[in-house]
């Protein structure tokens, strides 16, 4: 396990809201060949919309308790979202899932991104109960897995963040690749992101 030691002990901390210091693929292949190949496998499975969103029963068992927790998590929490927002605006849609109310957390996260006074307060919303849960179900054990794969979620949600901006450079993806693998930077330029409303600065 010295190398998923190394790799967690290099990573910059997060924090909700900040830049993201790499994007989710960048992170997956830095952290790639120092993870089992089972692990690395998972990364790419990690995703905010997991398998079995849409389905009434819930996607197999992947083989990491995290990523099975985190997707019954999502599930849970979209389709409260789902239900909720049909009886908001007094649809009825029987081909709704009845939702489930555990975890307990994900159907009070619905509720309260519902009572948002805009779409985008309720994403902030919903993306920083996501980021609560990440922290809850990843335990108390730093140096695993666990962390590897919350770490990419978190990176998801900040790329997720970082999009309602219309500007995102890579000085600080050149840096922290050269930093931690000693190696030269393996990007360049700047990426242009479109806001949400298409308008850029």
Do not use: H
Not at 146 to 156: E, R
């Amino acid at each position: 396990m010295g190398a998923y030691y190394y790799l967690v002990s290099q990573l910059p901390s997060l924090a909700y809201g900040q830049k993201p210091p790499m994007l989710p693929e960048a992170f997956k292949e830095l952290a790639k060949p120092l993870l089992n190949a089972d692990d690395a496998a998972l990364l790419d499975v990690i995703s905010l919309e997991p398998a079995g969103l849409s389905s009434a029963n819930q996607a197999p068992p992947c083989g990491s308790d995290f990523i099975d927790q985190w997707r019954e998590w999502e599930r849970a929490l979209r389709l409260n979202l789902a239900r909720r927002r049909a009886v908001k605006v007094k649809r009825e849609n029987a081909a709704l899932a009845e939702p489930p109310v555990v975890p307990a957390l994900a159907a009070t996260a619905a509720q309260g991104a519902v009572a948002a006074a805009s779409p985008l307060e309720a994403e902030i919303f919903l993306d920083k109960a996501r980021w609560s849960a990440i922290e809850s179900l990843q335990g108390v054990d730093y140096f695993n897995r666990n962390t590897v794969f919350a770490y990419l979620l978190k990176l998801l949600i900040l790329e997720r963040n970082a999009s309602f901006q219309t500007e995102t450079g890579f000085s600080e993806y050149k840096s922290l690749y050269a930093s931690i693998l000693g190696s030269v930077a393996v990007f360049d330029g700047v990426q242009t992101r479109a806001s949400p409303a298409g308008e850029s600065k």
